[in-house]
């Protein structure tokens, strides 16, 4: 049958269920910030005696944050660790929970195959305005999102180790998913207390700005958030590049070409070529990547 889709498949779903799967680094502090923000998250992983050790590294978590927030009001503090602590509940086997989630967000192994049979098993289950997610750091998500019936309601969903003290994360979108899927998800992002930034692959901020690959998989304002909120630089690439001065950059860039011509991180920019002879050098002329005030 060929599918359709459905109203309900492409409306905006507003994600107040979430099971998360996978217990271990990530997927346990996911799931405590979903739950510390009132989300009903259910905690997914292979065995009673891994999801006793999440739960429990979850609880000593919270002791920490509730320390600083709460310093004053112990009594409080603990109010808060167990109402947190409510909104969570485990399983090994996930079915229940699944019928009735929003979000599925998968924290497994890095592992193609192992992912792709996981969202195969889960489509079968999942009510059909369930948007699944992946929390992978590697791996393409139109891969992972190939072995559903549901490519719209895939996305990467990248957060940040620690994730409760991160702030950024990355939405990452295919160019099968949805633009009500990637909304839903910047939309809860958000209701998390993070700071999303959008891409349409993982981590493109590691080559040169300008350069013509990486406007083509995020926008120069979020690849800077991205760096700053989720590498911890001061600047972001961009903004960096204004300081310092586009002509000294270019100068810089055009003798690592020279150098390595072969490369194609170092391929000219015509960005950044253009910005130049446009005496478009950053900072110090009000206008570069960005537009600056006097
Ligand atoms: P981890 O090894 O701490 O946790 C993975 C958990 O998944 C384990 O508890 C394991 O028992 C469980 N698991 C494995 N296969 C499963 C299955 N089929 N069903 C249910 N549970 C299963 O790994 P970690 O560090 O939390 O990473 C998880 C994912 O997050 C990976 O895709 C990784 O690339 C990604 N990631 C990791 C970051 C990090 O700094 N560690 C940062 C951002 C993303």
């Known amino acids: 049958i060929k599918r359709s889709f ?6 905006n779903v507003v994600i107040k269920n979430v099971t998360i799967i996978g217990g271990g680094q990530m997927g346990a502090g996911i799931a405590q910030v979903a739950a510390s923000t009132g989300h ?6 292979m065995t009673d005696d891994i999801l006793k050790k999440a739960m429990k590294g979850i609880q000593s978590s919270l002791r920490r944050v509730v320390k600083k927030t709460f310093s004053g009001d112990p009594e409080s503090g603990d109010d808060f660790i167990q109402k947190v602590m ?5 399983s090994t086997e996930p079915s229940a929970a699944i019928a009735t989630s929003d979000l599925i967000l ?3 192994v890095e592992n193609m195959k192992i992912k792709q049979d ?9 009510p059909e305005h369930t948007i699944f997610a992946s929390n992978t750091s590697s ?7 190939s072995a559903t019936s549901r490519p719209d309601r895939c996305a990467g969903l990248h957060f940040f180790n620690p994730v409760p003290l991160m702030k950024l994360v990355e939405v990452v979108a295919t160019t099968s998913t949805s633009p009500e899927t990637s909304e839903s998800l910047l939309n809860f992002t958000k209701a998390l207390g993070k700071t999303p930034v959008c891409c349409k692959f993982l981590n493109p901020c590691l080559v040169c700005p300008g350069h013509p690959w990486v406007h083509r998989h995020a926008s120069k304002e979020d690849i800077d958030t991205g760096m700053k909120l989720g590498a911890g630089y001061p600047m972001g690439p961009f903004e960096l590049s204004d300081y310092v001065g586009l002509d000294t950059i270019k100068f810089i860039m055009d003798g690592w070409s020279k150098k390595e011509p072969d490369n194609p991180i170092f391929a000219p920019s015509q960005l950044l070529n253009k910005l130049v002879a446009e005496g478009k050098l950053g900072k110090k002329t009000l206008e570069g990547f960005y537009k600056y005030n006097k």
């Open 6 to 11: 459905s109203s309900s498949a492409v409306r």
């Open 40 to 45: 009903s998250v259910t905690l997914v992983d």
């Open 86 to 90: 409510q909104n969570v509940s485990t």
């Open 106 to 108: 998968e924290a497994i």
């Open 118 to 126: 996981l969202f195969g098993f889960l489509d079968k289950m999942a």
């Open 139 to 145: 791996l393409p998500i139109s891969d992972i999102a």
